[in-house]
């Protein structure tokens, strides 16, 4: 009990001193875990308890949340957002031969669904205001073999899902939404997830509803669909023994539902609170003057952001030491990605080659996402942008910042007009 006690005293006193003497991390789980930590040991110990490790009540309650938060009917819970990525693709039977339209500026996961199955990635480049996927790009890969678009709804704000729709319905085939950064992220009010065929979400613990682990869940309000995801995350088994299809075993356990019930009731007050941060980085940025240096993140008006990330772009190949000169301020900062998924060495038989998809090449020697975790404080902000503005008067000799550098979307707002109505 003492060293418990002692533990958890450590925690709350995290988050107290000085950015200056301390540091800021990307990310402290240790500050949001502090509070609910008697519950989620608590709600872990009833688990041990029942014996129920796997699915069990503790899965269909969280189940039922997400359905319900992510407007579908039904929510099929999985071992990992890669495993959700896998499960929806099969229940789309995607097989050898077909085709998927995915975007290249994304993590791994996405695009090892549909090779894992035999079907063949083929890369779109993004929009780089929003870094999501370029529907008119989309529009030039369509072909006889394409069996679904596959939007990534990247750093917590949902892709151009109007413009990706008619697309999909005009080729008759289906979206899978990879939302695995955008737990209640919305596309003209309707919520990531529900928008596709399926959804595909990721309970990793640097997402914005994470578990003690990996976890996943998928959304669809397709009866038949729900049914099949059902029966596939459980090696295609119904009943016991019998196996009607060939699936996988990707079940969610109890454990990590029990810890993300808990957790869950308190996803819309972290989300209210990253909005806020975002928007505070933007004012401070503008107040140094950093806004015409730096790329600043910014909002698609249909769009509703949850900050998963607070991605900006630095200019002029400095990226890297923008980044080297926050580690020496113990600031935590993460380059989400260095390469497109073209780039990768693994793909290189689809015979991607220089000059291809060239926002994506860009955004990958430009992005550094700096923290935005719900508790970080307003003097941490202030702190990382008072070191980033060092760097840049330091590297340009503290001489007038020059004009705007990137360009914003026509209609983009910034984080500062982001935050839901109360
Ligand atoms: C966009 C995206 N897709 C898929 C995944 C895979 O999720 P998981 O790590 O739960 O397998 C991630 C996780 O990082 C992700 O960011």
């Known amino acids: 009990m003492e060293v418990e006690r002692k533990s958890m005293d450590a925690a709350s006193r995290r988050g107290l ?4 003497t301390r540091g800021v991390p990307l990310l402290d789980l240790g500050r949001q875990h502090g509070p609910l930590r008697d519950k989620m040991a608590l709600a872990v110990a009833a688990i041990c308890d029942s014996g129920k490790f796997v699915l069990g009540p503790d899965v269909e309650e969280l189940e039922r949340n997400i359905a319900d938060y992510c407007q579908s009917r039904h ?9 959700a990525l896998l499960l929806a693709l099969m229940a789309l039977k995607i097989s050898p ?3 998927v339209i995915l975007p290249s500026f994304t993590f791994f996961a996405t695009a090892s669904a549909v090779t894992r199955l035999g079907a063949k990635p083929v890369f779109a480049d993004i929009d780089p205001a929003t870094f999501n996927i370029a529907p008119a790009h989309v529009e030039t890969l369509l072909g006889r073999k394409t069996k679904a678009i596959l939007p990534v709804h990247l750093f917590g704000q949902s892709a151009d899902l109007d413009r990706l729709g008619a697309l999909a319905r005009k080729a008759a085939i289906p979206i899978v939404e990879d939302a695995a950064q955008a737990i209640g992220a919305e596309w003209q009010g309707r919520r990531a ?4 065929a399926i959804g595909c979400f990721s309970f990793y613990p640097t997402k914005n509803l994470g578990g003690a682990g990996d976890g996943g869940m998928l959304t669809t309000s397709d009866d038949a669909l729900a049914d099949r995801l059902r029966l596939l995350r459980t090696h295609g088994m119904r009943p016991r023994y019998y196996h009607q299809v060939i699936g996988i075993n990707s079940r969610l356990d109890s454990f990590q539902a029990a810890v993300l019930n808990v957790k869950f009731p308190h996803l ?4 209210r609170r990253r909005q806020e941060n975002a928007g505070r980085y933007t004012e401070l940025f503008a107040e140094a003057g950093l806004d015409r240096i730096l790329g600043l993140p910014c909002t698609d008006p249909n769009a509703r952001h949850v900050w998963n990330q607070y991605v900006v772009r630095v200019p002029d190949g400095r990226r890297d030491a923008l980044r080297e000169h926050l580690a020496e301020a113990k600031i935590g900062a993460e380059i989400y990605y260095p390469l497109g998924l073209h780039q990768q060495e693994c793909f290189g038989d689809l015979g991607y080659g220089v000059g291809d998809l060239p926002e994506t090449v860009r955004a990958a020697r430009e992005v550094l996402a700096l923290p935005i975790f719900p508790e970080l404080t307003a003097e941490e902000q202030e702190f990382v942008v008072e070191r980033i503005a060092t760097f840049f008067t330091r590297t340009t000799g503290g001489h007038t910042l020059g004009g705007p550098k990137f360009l914003k979307h026509p209609l983009a707002r910034n984080a500062s007009a982001d935050m839901d109505a109360p």
């Open 17 to 20: 001193g000085s950015p200056q």
């Open 75 to 83: 929510a099929i819970g999985c071992a990992s957002g890669s495993d």
């Open 97 to 99: 031969g077909d085709e």
């Open 193 to 196: 997830g529900c928008l596709g």
């Open 268 to 271: 819309d007050e972290w989300t």
